[in-house]
């Protein structure tokens, strides 16, 4: 489904870890996939629903596809998808998919702490 102002970002996806006498091994290498977004700057009021230490950051709002990104799951050990957008790297934090019209998901990215700096007005 084509999105307003849609471009295309990379996904980072870390493969889950692989178990070996107890210990997990995590692959340093992540896979890239190129999908589809409409990338937007991240609002105050969605800025809130963030977790406090990521409030800070430079984030964004995507829209694309159900099931494109994932967010960190402890119990299976997958790890968030990471996305590329241009030169900067961000983490996905949030990913729902409410509207009950359109199928597709509501993504909250924020710039991995890393690289962090102040986001200016001509990024957004």
């Known amino acids: ?13 870390y493969e889950a870890p692989a ?5 997990a091994s995590f692959d340093a290498i992540p ?8 990338v937007q700057p991240l609002p ?12 800070h ?3 964004r709002k995507m829209y694309c596809d159900l099931g494109t990104f994932r967010v960190d799951d402890q119990h299976s050990g997958d790890q968030a998808d990471r996305v590329q957008i241009g030169s900067k790297i961000f983490t996905v934090i949030h990913v729902d998919a409410l509207h009950p019209l359109i199928s597709h998901e ?7 702490a890393e690289t962090c700096e102040p986001v200016s007005e001509d990024e957004l």
């Open 19 to 23: 178990y070996t006498s107890g210990r």
């Open 106 to 112: 509501r993504v909250y990215v924020v710039r991995v």
């Open 1 to 13: 489904m084509p999105y307003l102002g849609a471009q295309t970002v990379i996904r980072l996806r």
């Open 31 to 38: 896979g890239e996939t190129e999908v589809m977004a409409s």
């Open 57 to 59: 950051r430079d984030g």
């Open 44 to 55: 105050e009021k969605d800025r809130q629903l963030l977790p406090e230490g990521a409030r």
